[in-house]
């Protein structure tokens, strides 16, 4: 939990609590652009294993995108003070051909894909990444600015499974000034990437606009024990939930589900749309990151009694069926796994 206070990383018990969750597996894996923030996850983590008697294997990535001239170069650094390090370090390319737009998620996902098989070769479980105490603030108030729900509002994961990678971000509690004084501390010199500075992102754009929020007490420290005590509402959201789901909903075996419109209308509107949001997800399998807003004017039309007749959603179709409201997979569509 957020205590407001940037942890002590000289410190080597700061260092074992921080970098705990990855002790006991075999392989770890670290992306490692350049920057300030990645080069300070490289130098604490190699830090961090030299102190434990059974360390675990440490394999460093760095991606060169092929969007900037520079980053063959940034790349090349990374691996040179990796080897000075003693850590072992691979450079990995993204050369298929650039879309013309969505660069960024394109790249994102390249980013990943790339990563991940290279973590399949060399037998990593887990990969660690330099997201930081801004990257959470920034992604909260992204979430704030676009109306997301508790679950959207709890922020960056710790851990979490993306493009089927464990990741691990033992730095969100971290902020980015401590992690530029390490690596200014060690003679590096980190590179800089001119999109961080870009207002066309939407994320830049929001970075720009925190020393001024920080003035009124909305600094980061604050937006992360927020995002803290999101993910704590969340997970006692979901044991209700859970216990919801469990006493009413039915499933045939054969992709359709049915709740009893009553039990069901009378749950808190916050569990009733994740109790339909989990159905869908299980009946249509076509569940988005994003689909809140759509999720929500569903079940309002449900508890309103306004439900169109032949409602479909996220691949499932939605009706009322006497006492009864039931939820089927949109016909021609596959079984979900």
Do not use: C
Request: net charge neutral; glycine share 8%.
């Amino acid at each position: 939990m957020s205590t407001g206070l940037t942890p002590d990383l000289g410190d080597p018990n700061v260092l074992a609590q921080l970098f705990a969750p990855a002790a006991a597996e075999p392989v770890i894996a670290l992306a490692v652009s350049g920057g300030p923030d990645s080069l300070a996850l490289m130098l604490l983590v190699q830090r961090w294993a030299a102190e434990l008697a059974n360390a675990p294997k440490i394999v460093v990535y760095s991606v060169d995108h092929g969007l900037r001239p520079e980053a063959r170069d940034e790349v090349a650094m990374v691996l040179d003070i990796a080897a000075r390090l003693g850590l072992v370090a691979r450079g990995l390319a993204w050369t298929d051909e650039k879309p013309e737009t969505g660069i960024s998620e394109a790249a994102r996902q390249a980013r990943y894909g790339l990563m991940g098989a290279a973590m399949r070769e060399n037998g990593a479980s887990l990969l660690l990444t330099a997201h930081h105490r801004a990257d959470q603030a920034e992604t909260v108030l992204m979430r704030l600015a676009h109306g997301s729900g508790i679950e959207g509002l709890k922020g960056i994961a710790p851990i979490a499974q993306v493009e089927g990678i464990r990741i691990f971000r033992p730095l969100l509690d971290v902020e980015p000034t401590a992690l530029a004084t390490i690596v200014e501390e060690a003679g590096l010199t980190a590179a800089q990437d001119p999109s961080n500075h870009d207002t066309s992102y939407e994320r830049v754009r929001w970075r720009k606009l925190l020393p001024a929020l920080a003035a009124e007490g909305l600094d980061g420290a604050a937006l992360s024990r927020f995002a803290t005590r999101m993910a704590e509402a969340d997970q006692a959201l979901s044991q209700l939930a859970d216990a919801a789901f469990a006493e009413l909903v039915k499933l045939d075996g054969f992709g359709a589900a049915t709740l009893p419109r009553a039990a069901f209308t009378t749950l808190s509107p916050a569990i009733g749309r994740r109790v339909l949001s989990r159905v869908l997800n299980i009946v249509g399998g076509r569940q988005k990151p994003r689909a809140l807003g759509q999720v929500e004017r569903l079940y309002d039309q449900i508890a309103g009694d306004s439900l169109p007749r032949g409602a479909t959603l996220l691949g499932a179709v939605i009706r009322f069926k006497g006492e009864n409201l039931t939820i089927s997979r949109e016909p021609g569509r596959a079984l979900p796994a």
